[in-house]
């Protein structure tokens, strides 16, 4: 994955800042229709979870990663955006997907908690 001009590049697909946004405005618009569909009580369910900080923290670490270009290994090292910027990549996709997919959980799970008959 390489950051330039027109976009994020990953293999041969090419997010550009339109592509995020997109992807940012359909999340938003899932918790929106899910508070529409349940109120007050989806947000409390959503946001006051344990999940939550499976998706911040991955979130959290990516956009430092970005920010500062170098990421920091187990064994010490640093893997530097300038020096190996594949494996730099991988390395934030992973964790920015991670997110995504615990986001997306978090949300079944607290349609499913607020969907059931009491």
Do not use: C, H
Not at 32 to 45: E, H, V
Not at 93 to 110: A, Y
């Amino acid at each position: 994955m390489s950051l330039g001009a027109r976009g994020a590049t990953i293999g041969a697909v090419t997010l550009s800042g339109r592509t995020i946004s997109w992807i940012a405005v359909v999340l938003a618009a899932a918790v929106g229709i899910s508070t529409a569909k349940f109120g007050r009580a989806f947000l409390g369910q959503f946001f006051v979870n344990p999940f939550q900080m499976f998706i911040v923290i991955p979130w959290a670490l990516a956009y430092s990663y970005v920010r500062r270009g170098f990421m920091p290994t187990r064994s010490g090292g640093r893997i530097e955006r300038a020096v190996d910027p594949a494996n730099f990549w991988i390395g934030v996709v992973f964790l920015t997907s991670v997110g995504t997919v615990v986001f997306v959980l978090n949300l079944l799970l607290s349609w499913v908690v607020l969907s059931r008959p009491r």
